[in-house]
């Protein structure tokens, strides 16, 4: 079988952070983590300002940017498009940028960004942040109307969240899980015809990321929840060894 090109694997290390601020202290660090995630083999490093720091902090991400420059391995900063974060991000400079929603009271992620109903907010956000050198996703929901939206910004890339796929599977719910994977191929062959690179990720397990690496155009995954959890058991470069081998499977086995 012919070597068929695999999606990059970026490690979120959000939640290393989360079991550090349980105690206030600085242990796990999660600079630590990513160092040792690099070590494990990651592709690059994610990480989510979010407003109200509920994991990672402003220190973590200006540490994160140089442990990342050093090891030349690209550090992929999620945040929301605000004036407080266009400024962070101006000043830290990370190789990527994922604008994702975010709503204060929210457990995590839960939806899309609505790219078509924001799109002139958007648009000088995304201009400011290429122009200062980063490339810029749009974290949106499998949905035609949001990829034709992105496509006309300068954003380069979109991220596809994973989180509707995954919790379908874990309420059993494989006809919903396998519609969702069918709007997820229809929607990254659109992106891509429309010159958008196509990303996936949230709530991807050893379990359901199969069917999503398959998928020809997806050029990188961003995992972080479960990787950082099943680490408590196995250990984090076993957890990212084995994550990269699945995906590598799905890959070739496409
Ligand atoms: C956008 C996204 O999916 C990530 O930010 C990731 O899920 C981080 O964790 P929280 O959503 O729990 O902050
Ligand atoms: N953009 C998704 C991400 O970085 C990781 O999401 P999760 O695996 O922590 O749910």
Known sequence: MSEKSLPRLGVNIDHIATIRNARGGDHP???????????????GITAHLREDRRHMHDEDMSRLQALCSSENIPLNMEMAATDEMLAIASDLKPHAICIVPERREERTTEGGLDVAGQIETLTPII????????????????NRGQIEASAKTDAKVVELHTGAYAHALDDGDDEKANKILEDFRGCAALAQSLGLEVHFGHGLTFEN????????????LNIGHFIIGEAVFMGLDAAIKQMREIVTEARQAA
């Open 29 to 43: 660090n999660p600079v630590a983590g990513a160092w040792a995630a690099i070590q494990a083999g990651a592709d």
């Open 127 to 142: 201009s400011k942040l290429n122009a200062n050198g980063a490339r810029v996703s749009l974290f949106i929901e499998a």
């Open 209 to 220: 990321v199969a069917p999503v690496a398959a998928i020809p155009e997806c050029m990188e």
